[in-house]
C-alpha cells in the first residue's frame, strides 16, 4: 500500500533563513508526489507536484521541492524562509502503478518561522 | 465564485440532525472528491466522484451519504453523527483525462463540523 511519513511535527526556522520540511514514500510503482499547504481555516493550497523528469520541481511562493528516487524522498525547500510562510505542510503520494486516483497524505507538519 | 467553494463554513450540528454540506467547483473539472481531516490524523478520503459516477467509497458509515448531480456540485448529506465525526471536511476537485493520471486536486476551505 502507498504511504507518506512525514517525521516532523513542527519545523522551526528563522526568518531569512533556508527551510526544509521532510518527505518520505513508499508505493509499489511510479509515484507522482505534492505538497499542499494549509493556513489556519483554509483549505489545502497546491504548490508544486513531482511527475517525471527534472528531480528539481518549483512551485508556488519561492517553494521548490527535491525527488530523490534512491532515498524515496521528496523534502520541501524554500532558500530564505518569510514569517507568511507559517503554516501546515501536507506532503501527498499517488500510486500510479495502482491506478488509482485518490491522494494519500502524510500527517502533516506545522512551520513556524520566527522574525 | 472562483475554485471551489462550501457552505456552511461552520455547522453545528445534534446526533439526531439530518444536515448537507455542499460543495461547488468553477474550475470546469469532472472529478470531485470529500475528504475528512480529523484533529492529529492525515487526511481520509471519503468518496471520489468522476462524471456524476462514484468511483471511489473508502469503507465510510452509511451515516454519510454523498450526491453528485452533476460535475460541478457535490453533497453530503449527514444523519445520526456521532462526536468522532467532528472534523474538518473537504471538498476537492481535479480534470480527469482518459489514460492519464497527472491531475491536481484542488480543494475548497472546507466545512467545520461539530457533532454535539
Known amino acids: 500500500a502507498q504511504s507518506v511519513a512525514q517525521p516532523e511535527d513542527q519545523v522551526n526556522v528563522a526568518e531569512g533563513n533556508p527551510l526544509t520540511v521532510k518527505c518520505t514514500y513508499s508505493?509499489?510503482?511510479?509515484?507522482?508526489l505534492f505538497w499542499y499547504v494549509q493556513y489556519p481555516n483554509r483549505g489545502l493550497q497546491f504548490l508544486l507536484k513531482y511527475i517525471t523528469g527534472d528531480n528539481l520541481v518549483k512551485g508556488s511562493y519561492g517553494f521548490e521541492a527535491e525527488f530523490n528516487k534512491s532515498q524515496t524522498s521528496f523534502h520541501l525547500k524554500k532558500p530564505s524562509a518569510l514569517v507568511s510562510d507559517s503554516a501546515l505542510y501536507f506532503c501527498a503520494v499517488r500510486d500510479i502503478g495502482r491506478g488509482r486516483r485518490a491522494l494519500t497524505f502524510g500527517s502533516g507538519t506545522r512551520l513556524q518561522v520566527q522574525p | 465564485e472562483t475554485g471551489v467553494t462550501q457552505t456552511p463554513r461552520h455547522l453545528v450540528m445534534g446526533m439526531t440532525n439530518k444536515k448537507s454540506l455542499k460543495c461547488e467547483q468553477h474550475?470546469?473539472?469532472?472529478?470531485m472528491y470529500w475528504y475528512k481531516q480529523s484533529a492529529k490524523k492525515p487526511l481520509e478520503l471519503m468518496f471520489v466522484y468522476n462524471f456524476k459516477e462514484q468511483t471511489e467509497n473508502n469503507s465510510v458509515p452509511s451515516r454519510f451519504s454523498p450526491e453528485c448531480p452533476n460535475s460541478s456540485h457535490l453533497f453530503l448529506h449527514l444523519h445520526t453523527l456521532q462526536p468522532e465525526d467532528s472534523a474538518l471536511y473537504l471538498c476537492?476537485?481535479?480534470?480527469?483525462?482518459?489514460?492519464?493520471?497527472?491531475?491536481?486536486?484542488?480543494f475548497g476551505p472546507g466545512t467545520r463540523l461539530t457533532v454535539l
Open positions: 476537492a476537485s481535479s480534470q480527469w483525462k482518459e489514460g492519464a493520471t497527472t491531475d491536481t486536486q484542488y
Open positions: 474550475l470546469g473539472h469532472n472529478a
Open positions: 508505493v509499489s510503482g511510479n509515484p507522482y
